[in-house]
């Protein structure tokens, strides 16, 4: 076990002991954990760390995108050509905006200001 984890056992343990966990929202229900067992096990916390920041990757964010626009396609009537084709371009524009980030060199997350300001946020609320 790594020292960070065994510091943070033994405070959890402590405040247990004192009883400051006994009245948490929640108690006595099952934890909902993510699954998280394709990550490898290094780098979970920082995966964590980036979620409860609220960082969303380039890629998922336009995989999500192009979900809604296949979603919307699917539901428009067969005789609406003009949305049905505005829509159509716009999922190709996706889908070679996902091939792009794939195929080139992702710049470091440090240098991402965005997540850079909304994770400075996160730790001045903790």
């Known amino acids: 076990m790594w020292l960070l984890d065994q510091i ?8 247990r002991d004192r009883g400051e966990l006994d009245d948490l929202p929640g108690a006595g229900r099952r934890q909902q954990l993510d699954d998280d067992s394709f990550i490898p096990e290094h780098l979970r ?11 969303i990757p380039p890629e998922v964010q336009v ?3 192009i979900e809604k626009v296949e979603d ?3 539901e428009l009537p067969v005789d609406d ?12 524009v996706l889908r070679l905006q996902l091939s792009e980030k794939r195929g080139r060199k992702q710049t ?9 300001q909304r994770l400075i946020e996160r730790l001045d609320r903790e």
């Open 8 to 15: 943070a056992e033994q405070c959890i343990a402590e405040a």
């Open 81 to 92: 050509e003009a949305g049905r084709d505005r829509a159509r371009r716009r999922l190709e």
């Open 108 to 116: 470091p997350l440090w240098t991402d200001t965005a997540y850079q």
């Open 45 to 55: 916390p920082a995966y964590r760390m980036l979620k409860n920041a609220g960082y």
């Open 72 to 74: 919307l396609l699917a």
């Open 63 to 65: 995989r999500r995108e």
